[in-house]
């Protein structure tokens, strides 16, 4: 068995969105624009970025709670398999292109038409020829049956405790429900099972028979947690589990997470806006800024030399806990511009500091780079 | 140095059917000019009934404001009339809230909204009102701040509609701002981006500021004095200095330890992941409350005393207070503490040494795991 667990490549989402509240006119919004993704069996990968950034899309696409564009979730994935499905995967967007640009020209020759013909053919073909291959282990083109065996596997913990638990449910039925569904407790079993969560997360047995409203916002997520936990996945996208909730809170929050991990075997993807936050439960981080990861890291490195100017100043707009502290606060200037119509090249380029000619005409590619990070930037500092 | 504001004696209590809720249990505090005060603790200690009681605008019933002064310059709020209030409200203090959406009405626009208070408190025409109206929005930031005053605050990011807040809160030139958790639903970025125009603003215009959140790191370089509370009253107060270099609060150092630390290494010797120094357990409930110390159910630290008085908040060193056992022996003269028989201190003693001697007092009764780090 492979250590990747779970292996996201070309990852698009989009929305239709009106150009105005009173248009009929539909524009699109692309929240998830190409991300490519590596988790390990056992480690935490942390995505951070801006309100807006696509964090949240990108977790719910994995869980099939939104329905991506294109792209590919690979679980356990045959190495092999992910380089011949991406070859065809390649060569079908080549032929994409292509077609575009084809149907674009304003006059056509019959051999342009011809030609256009056997390229949307051969399209279809090969697409289908790919996703064939890859539903053994894609969620994204698996059968029905086969998706429902997978996507117990994938849990996700929710941004907001107050709205992400159904108050007309009492905890135990709010817990019990996965396992319930899927037939793996019933009866007094299930009882147990849910008081065996219940401890783990550190919620006394008598929290089993009261309803969410009845419960502080931390309760909330060991709430959330429990059940996240209770189909024992393999992953969990956890999206902002500690934003809403105090330092103090957030702190046992962490600690449970931490420990949950060794005890459950599980492998987390950790979503946050805040660095320091990420960068304390994370083995790897990865960056996100208008739909794209833009650079990706271990945590330590990140924090020691990052390198893309996105990184570098949401790191300077983390406050310090002491007086002392020499840097003032440099966050980014300005907000995240809108998804559906974002800044020509690099789209960081109207708030960077590093920018240079280049930036703001052509799309800067993600590399390795020297250190090992993975960046896209033109002019990335501290080389 | 010149008091402007002084709070004596604090207490603000809501009356609920069957029982009390505490929430301001005798606090005392004050304001110089030009200063900030920085008000920590968890959500629910009673930082924002504090300031919403000198503001006088405790919802009544089922809030009252049970006992206390609040001297601004020297005149109690607390003896004014209604009226007298409202100008004390429009022109001494102003107030920034934590969801500026529910306190910016969605009908105007943000130039009227913002032109409002001014013609109200400064007496301005229509015109000129709108002219600084666009200078006050400049100054806090905004860009194309003769557009922005049109706009509405749907149209406007959580960060541009703080410093809408913000600008209404600086129109009628306070001297005394109070901001309630500004900063907690916006990002780290845009958070470091109001805290960075408040800071420039404290400059330019010395305004006094008291600053309430639940995150110290927020107000380490932004606060000169701060004061931590806990259920309902003060547990310590310093210079901001000391509350980060030698906090003496078990739950002070508690809050300290719950802040994940940049850069810090999360493994142990053994390859094991370092845990954050968390308090454990939850703010206790008000039906319920601890009979002698407020924290003892969640402190690490308690000893047989802290189970059967209250500390009182004593000074240790100049400008540093603190409200426990382990530094001071002073009581708290609580109804509670009435029955607590003469000759008790000597017993509590005696406990304490053979807890030390039987190893480290321990009350984790939370249902959290602390990782000590070393
Ligand atoms: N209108 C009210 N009716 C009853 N109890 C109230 C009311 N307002 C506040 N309280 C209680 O008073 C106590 C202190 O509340 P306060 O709002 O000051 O806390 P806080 O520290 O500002 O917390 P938060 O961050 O949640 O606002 C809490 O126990 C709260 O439940
Ligand atoms: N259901 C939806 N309909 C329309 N737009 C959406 C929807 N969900 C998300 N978006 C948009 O997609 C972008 C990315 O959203 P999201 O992933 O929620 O960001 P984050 O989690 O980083 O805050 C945002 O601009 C958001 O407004
Ligand atoms: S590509 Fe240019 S604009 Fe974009 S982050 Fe790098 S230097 Fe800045
Ligand atoms: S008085 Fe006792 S219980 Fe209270 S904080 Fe001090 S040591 Fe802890
Ligand atoms: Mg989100
Ligand atoms: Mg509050």
């Known amino acids: 068995m492979s250590d990747t667990l779970i292996k996201v490549t070309g990852l698009k989402k989009t929305f239709p969105v009106k150009a105005s509240a009173f248009s009929s006119k539909s524009l699109t919004l692309r929240a998830v624009d190409g991300v490519d993704l590596e988790l390990k069996r056992g480690e935490t990968l942390g995505v951070v970025g801006e309100s807006g950034c696509g964090k949240t899309t990108v977790g719910r696409c994995l869980l099939r709670l939104y329905e991506p564009d294109a792209g590919r979730v690979w679980i356990e994935p045959d190495a092999s398999l992910v380089s011949q499905v991406s070859e065809i995967d390649e060569s079908v967007a080549a032929m994409a292109e292509e077609l575009a640009t084809l149907s674009g020209q304003p006059t056509k020759t019959t051999a342009d038409k011809a030609r256009v013909r056997a390229l949307k053919q051969r399209v279809l073909r090969d697409k289908a020829r790919a996703n064939q291959l890859a539903s053994t282990s894609d969620l994204l083109s698996m059968s029905r049956a086969r998706l429902k065996a997978n996507r117990r596997r994938i849990q996700m913990v929710f941004q907001d405790p107050w709205a992400s638990l159904n108050p007309h449910m009492v905890v135990k039925d709010i817990v019990g429900e996965g396992p319930l569904e899927y037939g793996t407790h019933s009866g007094r079993e299930l009882d147990r099972w849910v008081h065996e969560l219940l401890e783990k997360v550190g919620l006394p047995p008598q929290a089993a028979n009261r309803y969410p409203h009845e419960f502080s916002g931390g309760q909330r997520q060991r709430i959330g947690i429990a059940r996240a936990l209770a189909l024992t996945p393999s992953l969990i996208v956890c999206d902002e589990p500690v934003s809403a909730l105090d330092v103090s809170i957030q702190a046992q929050i962490l600690n449970l997470l931490i420990s949950l991990q060794d005890d459950f075997d599980l492998t987390f993807i950790f979503i946050a806006h805040d660095l320091s936050v990420v960068q304390y439960i994370s083995d790897r981080v990865a960056v996100m800024y208008l739909g794209k990861v833009v650079e990706t890291a271990e945590a330590a490195a990140l924090y020691a030399n990052p390198r893309h100017p996105y990184t570098i100043s949401l790191l300077a707009a983390v406050p310090v806990a002491d007086p002392e502290h020499p840097n003032e606060l440099r966050p980014p200037e300005g907000d995240v511009p809108s998804p559906v119509n974002p800044p020509s090249g690099c789209t960081f380029h109207p708030r960077c500091r590093h920018r240079i000619d280049v930036c703001d005409k052509v799309i800067p590619v993600l590399g390795k780079d020297r250190n090992g990070h993975v960046i896209s930037c033109h002019n990335p500092p501290n080389g | ?374």
């Not at chain 2, 019933?61 to 001297?71: D, R, S, T």
């Not at chain 2, 007496?123 to 006050?136: H, N, P, Q």
């Not at chain 2, 931590?228 to 901001?240: H, I, K, L, N, S």
């Open chain 2, 1 to 374: 140095m010149d008091k402007l504001l002084d709070v004596k004696g604090l207490k603000t209590h809501f009356h609920m059917h069957g029982y009390t809720v505490r929430a301001v249990d005798g606090v005392d505090f004050s304001l110089s000019e030009g200063e900030t005060l920085g008000i920590v603790g968890e959500s629910g200690c009673g930082k924002s009934q504090t300031s919403m009681s000198v503001m006088r605008l405790i919802p009544d019933p089922p809030g009252k404001i049970e006992a206390g002064e609040i001297l601004l310059r020297g005149r109690d709020l607390l003896k004014i009339s209604e009226p007298e209030m409202r100008k004390v409200r429009g022109n001494n203090i102003s107030m920034i809230f934590q969801e500026p959406m529910t306190s910016l009405n969605p009908v105007y626009s943000i130039g009227y909204q913002i032109s409002e208070v001014l013609m109200l408190h400064r007496d301005m025409t229509k015109d000129d009102a709108l002219k600084e109206s666009v200078r006050l929005l400049k100054l806090v930031g905004m860009s194309d701040p003769e557009e922005r005053v049109t706009e509405y605050p749907f149209q406007l990011s959580g960060g541009l509609r703080q410093r809408v807040m913000i600008a209404i809160a600086m129109a009628c030139e306070p001297d005394i701002m109070i901001a309630d958790e500004p900063t907690t639903a916006l990002d780290v970025t845009i958070q470091a981006q109001i805290l960075r125009l408040m800071a420039d603003l404290k400059a330019r215009t010395g305004t006094s500021i008291m600053f309430i959140t639940h995150d110290l790191a927020v107000i380490a370089s932004f606060a000169d004095r701060v004061m931590v509370m806990y259920a309902g009253v003060v547990v310590e107060q310093a210079p901001v200095r000391d509350i980060f270099k030698k906090p003496l609060h078990p739950y002070t150092q508690g809050l300290l330890g719950s802040i994940p630390v940049l850069g810090e290494v999360k493994k142990r010797a053994d390859g094991s992941r370092q845990l954050l120094n968390a308090i454990p357990g939850s703010l206790p409930d008000h039906r319920n409350f601890p009979k002698g110390c407020r924290f003892a159910p969640r402190c690490t630290k308690v000893m047989a005393r802290c189970w059967e008085a209250e500390p009182a908040l004593v000074p240790i060193e100049e400008g540093h207070q603190v409200r426990c056992f382990l530094h001071s022996d002073a009581v708290q003269e609580t109804p509670a503490y009435a029955e607590v028989k003469r000759g008790q201190q000597r017993k509590w003693q005696r406990a304490d040494r053979r807890a030390q001697g039987a190893g480290p007092a321990s009350a984790a009764t939370g249902a959290d795991k602390t990782g000590g780090r070393s």
